[in-house]
């Protein structure tokens, strides 16, 4: 297993379109996260998926936002209609959760970076 | 509401010299810190991390320290090299609404000088 892999690694869209992401995580990973970076910011956190819940999305995931973890395996991060200000890298991360307090490090892919135009 | 926060935004330092970044978080249920290294176009890459039963944790040229009553840590890097030149992250995460989720500063661009 080579890490984290996230496809495409750079996307440019027209106002207006639908475009989806994908995520594959390590594999023995029970976690995964999506953030977005813009420029001079840190990553902001948008959802993450236990197995194939989804257990929180942030107020930063508006409507024309889904994601979706069949089967607990890869996941899949889409936009509708997007507009100029969903610009941004998608930064896809995993780990190992094992709770009661077990938490391990996030690994992150290599993001795919969305130009909306 | 940045509950992480790494005030400055840039350091340069001379290599073969200590590298310190600084962070700073306000949520006292945060009980596991991590600092990442980010490269342009790339996701970040994990460095080290402090669980907040510990005070010290040391991996090589990198060690991170954690003082819970002043909601701080640091991350030292001695010798800094030119390659450790790029954008570090802070991160932590607890027990607090979600779940272990990392949350992240807006990071601080460290430039070694050779």
């Known amino acids: 297993d080579t890490g984290v892999s996230q496809d495409p690694r750079h996307k440019i869209t027209k106002r207006g379109q639908n475009v989806t992401f994908r995520c594959d995580p390590i594999?023995?990973?029970?976690?995964l996260y999506w953030y977005r970076q813009t420029l001079g910011q840190g990553p902001e956190f948008l959802t993450y998926?236990?197995?194939?819940?989804?257990?929180?999305k942030s107020r930063l995931l508006s409507d024309r936002f889904s994601a979706e973890r069949p089967k607990g395996s890869f996941s899949t991060l889409e936009i509708q209609r997007t507009e100029q200000g969903d610009s941004a890298m998608y930064l896809c991360?995993?780990?190992?959760?094992?709770?009661?307090?077990?938490?391990?490090?996030?690994?992150f892919g290599q993001g795919t970076r969305l130009t909306v135009v | 509401d940045q509950q992480v926060k790494q005030n400055s935004p840039s350091l340069s330092v001379q290599e073969g010299r200590i590298s310190i970044l600084n962070c700073d978080y306000t949520?006292?249920?945060?009980?596991?810190f991590l600092w990442y290294k980010k490269y342009p176009a790339e996701g970040p890459t994990f460095l080290i991390s402090?669980?907040?039963?510990?005070d010290k944790n040391e991996d090589g040229r990198f060690t991170v320290f954690l003082n819970k009553s002043a909601k701080h840590l640091s991350l030292h890097i001695v010798p800094s090299q030119p390659g450790d030149s790029a954008v570090y992250f802070c991160?932590?995460?607890?027990?607090?609404?979600?779940?272990?989720?990392?949350?992240f500063g807006r990071g601080t661009s460290l430039i070694v000088h050779p």
């Open positions: 991360a995993s780990s190992v959760y094992r709770g009661g307090g077990g938490n391990t490090e996030a690994f």
């Open positions: 594999s023995e990973h029970n976690r």
């Open positions: 998926f236990q197995n194939e819940a989804q257990l929180e």
């Open positions: 949520n006292s249920m945060f009980d596991y």
């Open positions: 402090i669980s907040s039963i510990k």
């Open positions: 991160a932590a995460s607890g027990v607090s609404g979600g779940s272990y989720i990392p949350t």
